[in-house]
């Protein structure tokens, strides 16, 4: 199985702030990585596929990289409506999700 | 825009089975070739994807609860089903089902059910 790893699990910035964090895989997984955003009492949103295709409608100030074990995920401008909580998911061998990093406002 | 809604007891003892059913709607299920997933959530936790079943009837499951689960469909009634045995307090979560879409490098959830909180407790 693949195990994916999030960190922080926790952050707190403030609105206009680039936002970064991080997934890593205990195997390579080329660019199978998906990014979702969820928010409480919701189900995930898809903004990333691939490591780094943004999906349609996806507000630009999101963007994803990363390739093989180590991948990044940034907000570049933090909103007020980005605060949520931000899932890696990979696809290469299965499926399996980070355990998330929960981004509030300080 | 498929619609999903997963329903089933919102309460089960511990050793029994937890049982839930997706609906989907149209005729989603028997059109094209997707994944059918469910997934859970335990309060305040990270995601756990707990298994799929294709279009075919093929499935596939978390090597964690593979012992545990069966997922199945029934085209008829455009419906998924979830069992999970011999539950515990650690089951307790939201439960979501999901359609997976694929291609040669892609491979995501495009339609979520809204969940459905199941909680083991005698």
């Known amino acids: 199985d693949i195990q994916m790893t999030q960190s922080p699990s926790f952050l707190s910035a403030s609105v206009g702030d680039k936002v970064t964090f991080t997934c890593q895989a205990s195997?390579?997984?080329?660019?199978?990585l998906n990014w979702y955003q969820q928010k409480p009492g919701k189900a995930p949103k898809l903004l990333i596929t691939e490591a780094s295709n943004l999906q349609s409608g996806v507000p630009s100030r999101f963007s994803g990289s990363g390739s093989g074990t180590d991948f990044t995920f940034t907000i570049t401008g933090l909103q007020p409506e980005d605060i949520a909580t931000y899932f890696c998911?990979?696809?290469?061998?299965?499926?399996?999700f980070g355990g998330g990093t929960k981004v509030d406002l300080k | 825009q498929v619609q999903l809604q997963e329903s089933g007891p919102g309460r089960v003892k511990p050793s029994q089975t937890l049982s839930l059913t997706c609906t989907v709607s149209?005729?989603?299920?028997?059109?094209?070739?997707?994944?059918w997933n469910w997934l859970r959530q335990p309060a305040g936790k990270g995601l756990e994807w707990i298994g799929r079943?294709?279009?075919?009837?093929?499935?596939d499951y978390n090597s964690s609860l593979k012992s545990r689960v069966s997922i199945s469909l029934d085209t008829s009634k455009s419906q998924l089903s979830l069992k999970l045995d011999s539950v515990t307090a650690a089951d307790t979560a939201v439960y979501y089902c999901?359609?997976?879409?694929?291609?040669?490098?892609?491979?995501?959830?495009?339609?979520w059910g809204q969940g459905a909180l199941v909680t083991v407790s005698s």
């Open positions: 079943i294709y279009t075919s009837g093929n499935t």
């Open positions: 998911q990979q696809y290469d061998r299965l499926l399996s």
């Open positions: 195997h390579d997984i080329h660019k199978f």
């Open positions: 149209d005729d989603a299920i028997r059109i094209g070739s997707y994944y």
């Open positions: 999901a359609r997976e879409v694929f291609g040669v490098r892609t491979d995501f959830f495009d339609s």
